[in-house]
């Protein structure tokens, strides 16, 4: 069984930097896609970071130039670092991977950014 344990979430004035953690663990032989989301109070959960086996990232404009998406294939983890934090940026924050198609969860990480 996939388990995805997040890590990293922590109060951090604007401005500042916070880096999060993945560590997927279990059978991830095959494991391909990985990507963090986050969700606020009132809010749709949303995609703030993705990458895929080779390397390749995606992020939306709202964190683009602040979020920086990476991962160790060797480790079967996940790192979001992000700098230049906003408050708007308080949320939930959580991984997921896709392992042998199917699409897994970690419980998320609370990420709050005071004024």
């Known amino acids: 069984q996939v388990q995805l344990v997040e890590s990293g979430g922590d109060l951090v004035q604007a401005g500042g930097s916070l880096r999060l953690s993945c560590a997927a663990s279990?059978?991830?032989?095959?494991?391909?896609?990985m990507a963090w989301s986050r969700q606020a109070p009132g809010n749709q959960r949303e995609l703030v970071a993705s990458?895929?086996?080779?390397?390749?990232?995606y992020y939306p404009d709202v964190v683009k130039g602040r979020f920086t998406i990476s991962r160790d294939n060797a480790k079967n983890t996940a790192y979001l670092q992000m700098n230049n934090l906003k408050p708007e940026d308080t949320a939930v924050y959580y991984c997921s991977a896709v392992i042998g198609g199917r699409n897994y969860w970690g419980q998320g990480t609370q990420v709050t950014v005071s004024s």
């Open positions: 279990g059978n991830t032989v095959r494991l391909t896609y």
């Open positions: 990458i895929s086996t080779d390397g390749t990232t």
